[in-house]
């Protein structure tokens, strides 16, 4: 019906850049909004940037400065630019979508997750 696939995580150094991308394909007529949240061991899945329609951007507090999120509407894709990451921002960073099905509903999708660590 609809995937999200995520990209571009992996290991990093305190201070370091990592980008994120996310495309989405399948059955869409148009997206709504994408983000992306996070989950750390033992915590509860926070939302880290989303961007609507309209290129209205929403950060969580400990990111503002940091990371950027952007779109392309042509690619359904969504990426999430992070610089000057630190330790507490390793966990599992999820896409999100909100989507106008083809011949269907609005429906909520996630992608498969993929690991930041920051560490040095």
């Known amino acids: 019906q609809v995937q999200l696939v995520e990209s571009g995580g992996g290991l990093v150094q305190p201070g370091g850049s990592l980008r994120l991308s996310c495309a989405a394909s399948?059955?869409?007529?148009?997206?709504?909004?994408m983000g992306w949240y996070r989950q750390a061991p033992g915590k509860q899945r926070e939302l880290v940037a989303r961007?609507?329609?309209?290129?209205?951007?929403t950060y969580v507090n400990s990111v503002k400065g940091r990371f950027t999120i952007s779109r392309d509407y042509a690619q359904n894709t969504v990426d999430l630019q992070m610089n000057s990451l630190k330790p507490e921002d390793t966990a599992v960073y999820y896409c999100n979508a909100d989507i106008w099905l083809v011949n269907g509903p609005l429906a909520y999708f996630w992608g498969q997750g993929t690991q930041v660590t920051v560490s040095s």
């Open positions: 961007v609507t329609r309209d290129d209205s951007t």
């Open positions: 399948g059955s869409i007529f148009s997206i709504n909004a």
